[in-house]
């Protein structure tokens, strides 16, 4: 049998750093990554054979379980009956009413293959709608690789310490402003100075790309009243918060309407899917509508449809959003006593589906600033042993955690135990 190690030292060989996306190398944490042979429930099997109970669920998409048998099922059928038409099939389209209905300020929708797409569509329409190049993002929220977000980002760029990558021209990277999470005033002296200028904001509305930092209150509304002040369309990126936080994502969380939303993750159910959307006036600017340019080969693609729409099936029953939130909730506030008991200080914080934990005495966490004061080598060390123990969490103190459909009370009183116990020897 090949080891998980040595599949690490194989794939070295032909991908840079082993890994098709850099967080999992484990670069945040030290160490090597596991190898997966597969997943199912709550549960990741690596190739040594070794179970985990998994907070990360693909970074988010699996908010049913892995292998969820109605998702599994759905694509089966339609993978039978061919991967790709490049011609459309019904399939959008009852993905697009699903979406919409959902989330009512998407009036109508795009569909692309990663949020990465998605966010970088929106932008261009954003600049083509208004006509004004400059836009503005905050520091530490992670929207993707496109040049223009690349751009003092979070995730992987943030946890290995590369604020802004070589390789996006400084004459595109001039137009991208970036704010800190949480100051309005800051952002209200930026539309004085830069606001006839300026095609749009994009924001996680809650930030999941620093581990996790929550809106404080008027924020976002200050936000979208800054844009109806000057003109600019408000993005809501959420790639992340998207059927994660709420059925209707952040935006019904807080009650907030952005003029363009980006999607992604859960509405692929695990399946490469992203999306963008929003008030009808915009989206007319696209082609073949509209002369703002773009396209995808793979864009809708049936299997990928199927398997968002199966999640979404199952995501849109009575309550799973109460189940889902109690169980986040009995996690959290399950290690912060823990945690506490052991004198180690944790500060934790969730919403539906997704949770951070800062190894810090702070009482609140509002901006990247903050976030970077958390004790890193702490996590590093609780990380390993909780890994060792068999419970997979994100490997960067950086990113947020996941909790699904398919964590038992057992799973999650497993994990308390399993902290409760490293606590207590943490340095
Ligand atoms: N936006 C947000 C808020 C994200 O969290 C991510 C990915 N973590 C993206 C965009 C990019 O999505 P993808 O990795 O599918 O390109």
């Known amino acids: 049998m090949t080891t998980s190690h040595q599949h690490f030292l194989n794939a ?27 997943a199912a429930g709550a549960y990741l099997y690596d190739t040594d054979g070794k179970k985990y109970i998994d907070y990360v669920g693909s970074w988010g998409p699996m908010i ?11 694509v089966q059928e339609t993978a039978i009956k061919g991967l790709s038409f490049g011609a459309p099939s019904p399939l959008e389209t009852m993905m697009a009413e699903r979406i919409c209905k959902l989330i009512p300020s ?13 966010t970088m569509s929106a932008i261009r329409l954003a600049r083509g709608y208004t006509g004004r190049d400059k836009i503005v993002k905050f520091s530490g929220c992670y929207h993707g690789h496109a040049d223009s977000l690349l ?46 200028e300026i095609a749009c904001i994009i924001v996680e509305p809650i930030a999941g790309n620093m581990n996790f930092v929550a809106p404080v209150t008027g924020f976002l509304q200050g936000l979208r009243q800054l844009c109806d002040d000057y003109g ?31 999607l992604g993750k859960v509405i692929g159910g695990g399946m490469p899917v992203g999306a963008f959307g929003g008030k ?16 995808g080969t793979l864009s809708g693609n049936p299997v990928a449809m199927a398997a968002g729409l199966a999640t979404l099936d199952l995501i849109s029953t009575p309550d799973f959003y109460t189940q889902l939130t109690q169980k986040t909730a009995k996690l959290v506030n399950g290690l912060k006593e823990r945690a506490m008991a052991a004198k180690i200080p944790l500060f934790a914080d969730y919403a539906g589906g997704m949770f951070g934990l800062f190894f810090s ?55 308390l135990a399993t902290a409760e116990k490293i606590f207590v020897d943490l340095t």
Request: charged share 15%.
């Open 64 to 74: 049913a379980g892995h292998a969820h048998p109605h998702v599994i099922k759905a």
């Open 12 to 38: 070295q060989q032909v991908i840079p750093g082993g890994v098709n996306s850099p967080v999992r190398a484990f670069r945040g944490v030290g160490g090597e990554p596991i190898f997966i042979d597969r």
């Open 151 to 196: 751009v003092k980002a979070g995730s992987g760029v943030l946890t290995l310490g590369l604020p802004n990558s070589p390789g996006v021209p400084a004459d595109l990277a001039q137009h991208t402003i970036t704010a800190d999470y949480n100051d309005l005033e800051q952002l209200k002296a930026i539309f004085q100075q830069w606001g006839k």
């Open 106 to 118: 998407i009036e109508m929708v795009r569909m692309v293959s990663s949020g990465t797409e998605a």
């Open 232 to 262: 600019s369309v408000l993005i809501f990126d959420e790639v992340m918060t998207g059927f994660r936080v709420a059925l209707g994502g952040a935006q019904a969380y807080y009650g907030i309407k952005p003029d363009l939303t980006t």
């Open 361 to 415: 005495d702070a009482t609140a966490i509002h901006s990247f600033a903050e976030v970077s004061l958390c004790n890193v080598e702490r996590f590093k060390h609780f990380f390993h042993h909780m890994l060792q123990a068999g419970i997979y969490l994100a490997p960067s103190a950086f990113e947020a955690g996941f909790v699904s459909a398919a964590h038992t009370d057992a799973d999650i009183e497993l994990t």
């Open 280 to 295: 009808r006036e915009i989206m007319h600017c696209i082609a073949p509508l509209g002369t703002v340019y773009q396209a």
